[in-house]
C-alpha cells in the first residue's frame, strides 16, 4: 500500500461513515420537529432504569463526557496545529483550524435555529446550559477527533496499524455521544445528529482538502506533503 493511498482509504471510510450518518440525520430530524415522539423518551427511561442515578456506568460517563467539553476539545485543537507547525506542515495547521472553526459556528448555528429542550423525563446528572439538538459532544468529537486521526494517518509512514488511529477516534466519540445519553442530558436524536453532522463535516471538509493539496487528486498523504513542505 502506498503511502498515498492509505489515507485516501481512510477518507472512503469517512466517507462511508458520514453517509451512514446522514441517514441518521434524516431521521434525527423528523423527532427534531416533532413529527416522532416515542423514542427519545423510551430510551432515556430504559437507560435509566437499568442505570440509576449511581454505578460505575455513570462514572465511567462522567470521565468519558470530559473528552468532550469544549475545553479538551480546545486543546487537543491547539496542541495538534502546534505538533503540526512545529514540524512546517502549516496546510495541516490550515485543515485543522478550519475544520474546528467551521464545524464550531455550524453547531452554534443549529442550537439556535432549532432551539430544542433538553430532556426533562429523567434527571440530569451534569450540569447543561445550551440548547439540546444536536449534542454538541457528538459532534464536536466527531470533527475534532476525526480530523486529528486524520492528519496523524496522513502524516505517517504507512502501514495497517495507523488504521487503529482512526478506530480508537471513531471508538472515542461513540463512547462521548452515548454519555451523554448515559447522564440524560441528551435526547438519543440528539446525539444521533450530532454524530451525522460531524461526520459529515469531517468528510466534507477532509475532501476538499485533499484536493486542494494534491492538485485535484482525491488522495494525498506524506508523499504529498513533502511537495510543498519546506526543506
Not at 86 to 100: F, K, N, P, V
Request: with cysteine; net charge positive; hydrophobic share 55%.
Amino acid at each position: 500500500m502506498t503511502r498515498t493511498a492509505m489515507p485516501a482509504q481512510i477518507l472512503a471510510k469517512a466517507a462511508l461513515l458520514a453517509l451512514g450518518g446522514g441517514l441518521l440525520l434524516v431521521v434525527a430530524s423528523l423527532f427534531a420537529t416533532g413529527r416522532v415522539t416515542g423514542l427519545d423518551p423510551a430510551i432515556l427511561l430504559w437507560m435509566r432504569r437499568h442505570t440509576g442515578d449511581h454505578g460505575w456506568l455513570i462514572a465511567f460517563s462522567r470521565v468519558v463526557t470530559v473528552m468532550g467539553n469544549n475545553a479538551t476539545l480546545w486543546i487537543a485543537t491547539a496542541v495538534a496545529i502546534a505538533v503540526c507547525a512545529i514540524r512546517r506542515r502549516w496546510q495541516w495547521c490550515t485543515y485543522l483550524t478550519g475544520t474546528t472553526a467551521g464545524g464550531a459556528v455550524i453547531i452554534s448555528a443549529i442550537k439556535t435555529a432549532v432551539g430544542r429542550p433538553r430532556p426533562t423525563v429523567v434527571s440530569h446528572l451534569v450540569d447543561v446550559q445550551t440548547a439540546s439538538f444536536p449534542s454538541g459532544h457528538a459532534m464536536d468529537s466527531a470533527f475534532v477527533y476525526g480530523s486529528i486521526a486524520i492528519a496523524i494517518v496522513a502524516g505517517a509512514d504507512g502501514g495497517r496499524r495507523w488504521n487503529l488511529v482512526v478506530v480508537a477516534a471513531m471508538l472515542l466519540v461513540f463512547a462521548i455521544g452515548a454519555s451523554r445519553i448515559v447522564l440524560g442530558v441528551h435526547w438519543p436524536t440528539d446525539v444521533a445528529a450530532g454524530w451525522a453532522i460531524g461526520l459529515c463535516w469531517t468528510a466534507t471538509v477532509t475532501r476538499v482538502f485533499a484536493r486542494w493539496i494534491g492538485g485535484g487528486s482525491p488522495t494525498f498523504g506524506k508523499q504529498t506533503l513533502r511537495v510543498s513542505e519546506p526543506k
